[in-house]
């Protein structure tokens, strides 16, 4: 099990939310759209803002430094 | 399940309609009410309140939309205003008898989350599960029977886009209104219970009885939030010193705020939902993700989106050019129709000069108001404007704004105000800022008059590419982004001076893509030229008497009344030879295109011919607007132009421009208007022209220099671009930044731009050409 920075996904990678830490304003906002602890994600196009695919929804994110999202790949597809 | 009985009631029952945003909230909201909704705003704030009514089963209801949100934990002066409708503090919609919560059925778990909030509160509630289709598609099943049971409230699976089950809603609605309401789920430890009752005693010695459990509730596990502020202001320190001790304790006993809150709402979901939701494990790649791949491209996704706008502002102008010639007839068919009917005299003025010359030269722009709200309307509902902003963060972010800022920008090319309202979903108070004092540079629907005005007067009409592309489209187009690409260097800079700091981190929803639909986009667009027909009928036209009456008096008009006589009595006798001549003139310019050098000297014969009978008529109108134009300029408007002349002369404009562009302070649609009443009376407009336009071409310095040339005209429309003409979208800066310092920054910004920018403009192209 590889836990890395939501950041560092590529594109088609899979995992699933390992923390979210950071501006807890920010980190519950996060939460309330449906990126906790827990769901698996996809990335759907990586980069800055990236696009991620939460249990069939797309969400848009962009990070600062501070605010960091954990995740564990599942599958690499690369 | 047993039909229950409605409650039947005298009075109207008011329910409130919450959900998620792209829940399809407001289709379900237009399916249960119809066209009619009542739009206006909450008292001193600008969010906006929608009300609409239906009546079922002999009860009418009012129905209150509140506007989409993820959760009721208020961050957002947004948001407040939902909790404070909810709790029945907004003293203009009263107590809430219901509240519909609409879920989107696909993506339920997340959904669940504001359900638990509402649940909280103690309304009676009705659960309606949109989408189902959707639902149902992905393989997702639901067992609403169960579900309804486990939380305790009617649940209604619902597509609303194709006016299923709506009444369905009705009836469940009426079976719960005005019933006891639902028992809290209660998500949390007894302990966070325990500590909310404390609160809630403690208030009431200090003074405030009867504080909702949810406002407690809230207190507790939002820090610093909105009702914490709300309350600050009375307790002082001592409500945070309680809050800090309870949060405290509530940690000591494994209760963290505010990570907890997500954590056993989400459980709970969870919980509600096991054993009655099946949802398909793997994840589908769905025919928006195809779209995406290339509408969100880094290179293919910026070229399409502008193409798209070129496209958007391209039809616009195309589009609406039929419709505004026709506009423009009817506007001179009843002006003449109006003459005819009365003698020469202040009235016929008033009527001809004042009202149909400037109220009706603003309505003529009526279709491409309609035009503009029709495709905003269009990109919004299909789901391509999120997707717009993803593509703009990266561009956003370079000038330290976020792609939150674009929606409300790109809604600014509507109308700032809708745009500066739409800036509360933007958290960040710099962020915010930034964006309303930029809004206005937007190119808003306003403007809009001005630009075709002066493009459709001043360039000629040019077309490539078999018609598809024109020189007015393309200068429509690029005025349009002027003002954005100005706002680019200013945003920049109010970044860099008053509001330093870090760029908020992003988080925004792509919602799939859909068709668009008609009846909401058809909704839009009437709101709009409603709200259009409106500010022209009371702003405009109050503006338009103003501006009339201003430059009507204090001359003698009796000479010109006399003048006015001849000239309609010769009309009426030499009738035959006026409509011979623009019979000849129609058949002379189609001759000079297909070119036949004999036919086209017998038609220049006839017309001499014809001409020199119109003579005597030549020479009345000649005195006539001789003396209109002196009349004019000794007018107290004149005087007052004259003075300013000036100040204005550097822009490249005479004194009736800058009349026309401080008279245009209230909107800057008003220009059109004022210019339209100034020609007017100074006799400029011949019947027979068409209009303003020709007027303009026509309007001269003293030593006959025309004053209008393509400089000019774009002096103009910089100016315009820039200016911050607009009492209403300065109001709207003052409300939303509870201060009048605001206001006045935007508009001295704003006007020193437009200033500079206009002189610059008019240099550079005088230079050129």
Known sequence: MLVVPLEMMTTGEQGRIHALDGSPAFVVRLQEMGLREGVPVQMVRAGSPCILSVNDQRLSLRFEDSTTVLVELLKCTR | MPAAVPAVSTRSLTVAVIGNPNTGKSTIFTALTGMHSLIGNYPGVTVEKKI?????????????????????????????????????????????????????????????????????????????????????????????????????????????????????????????????GVESPRVFPAVFYEEGKQLGSQLQEWGEPDVPFYVTERLLLDVGGQIESSFAARFSTRLTEALAAARERLKASGF??????????????????????????????????????????????????????????????????????LCEAGQQIVGDWVSSLMSPGPFRSLLVDGVIGGVGGILVFLPQICFLFFFIALLEDCGYMARAAFLMDKLMTKVGLSGKSFVPLMSSFACAIPGIMATRTIENRRDRMVTILVAPLMSCSARFPVYTLMIAAFFPDMAWAGGWITL???????????????????????????????????????????????????????????????????????????????????????????????????????????SEKAELEKQKSKLSEKGSAPELAAIEQKLAAVESKLEPLEALITTKNA????????????????????????????????????????????????????????????????????????????????????????????????????????????????????PLFTFTYMTVLAYIGAFLAYRLFAFLL
């Not at chain 2, 189902?132 to 009617?154: C, F, H, N, Y």
């Not at chain 2, 025919?287 to 293919?300: A, E, G, I, P, Q």
């Not at chain 2, 421009?657 to 407009?685: C, K, M, N, Q």
């Open chain 2, 52 to 180: 609409g009514n239906f009546r079922h089963q002999q009860q009418d209801v009012r129905l209150v939309d509140l506007p989409g949100t993820y959760s009721l934990s208020p961050r957002s002066l947004d948001e407040m205003v939902s909790v404070e409708v909810l709790l029945g503090r907004q003293a203009e919609v009263g107590r809430i008898d219901a509240v519909i919560c609409i879920a989107d059925a696909s993506n339920l778990e997340r959904n669940l989350y504001l359900v638990s909030q509402v649940l909280d509160l103690g309304l009676p509630t009705v659960l309606i599960l949109n989408m189902w289709d959707v639902a149902q598609s992905r393989g997702i099943t639901i067992d609403v029977e169960k579900l309804s049971q486990t939380l305790g409230i009617p649940v209604i699976p619902c597509e609303a886009h194709r006016h299923r089950q709506i009444d369905a809603v009705k009836d469940a609605v009426l079976s719960v209104a005005g019933k006891a």
């Open chain 2, 256 to 325: 963290r705020v505010p990570a907890a809150e997500a954590k056993a709402r989400y459980a709970w979901s969870r919980q509600v939902l096991t054993g009655i939701m099946v949802v398909p494990q793997q994840q589908q790649v769905t025919s928006s993700d195809h779209l995406d791949r290339w509408l969100t491209h880094k290179v293919f996704g910026l070229a399409a989106f502008v193409l798209i706008m070129f496209v958007v502002f391209q039809s616009i102008s195309t589009l609406a050019a039929p419709v505004m010639q």
């Open chain 2, 472 to 578: 007015r489209g393309v200068l429509i187009f690029v005025m349009t982004f002027f003002g954005a690409f100005v706002a680019i260097p200013v945003a920049w800079l109010l970044k860099k001076t008053m509001f330093r700091g870090e760029t908020p981190p992003f988080v925004m929803e792509l919602p799939s893509y859909k068709w668009p639909s008609v009846h909401i986009v058809l909704l839009r667009v009437y709101e709009s030229a409603r709200a259009f027909v409106i500010r022209a009928g009371t702003l405009i036209f109050a503006t338009s008497i103003l501006i009339w009456a201003a430059s009507y008096f204090p001359g003698d008009h009796t000479e010109l009344n006399r003048l006015q006589e001849q000239v309609d009595e010769t009309k009426v006798s030499l009738n035959t030879e006026i």
């Open chain 2, 627 to 742: 003396m209109s134009e002196h009349l004019l300029e000794t007018s107290y408007l004149g005087r007052f132009g004259k003075t300013i002349e000036p100040a204005v002369k550097p822009l490249g404009w005479d004194w009736r421009i800058g009349v026309g562009v401080l008279a245009s302070f209230p909107a800057r649609e008003v220009i059109v208007s004022t210019l339209g009443t100034i020609y007017s009376l100074g006799g400029d407009v011949d019947e027979a022209d068409s209009g303003l336009q020709n007027a303009l071409r026509e309007s001269k310095w003293p030593d006959n220099r025309p004053v209008y040339s393509i400089p000019v005209a774009i002096s103009i429309m910089v100016f315009f671009a820039l200016c911050a003409q607009c009492v209403s979208t300065l109001m709207v800066i003052r409300r939303e930044t509870n201060s009048w310092g605001w």
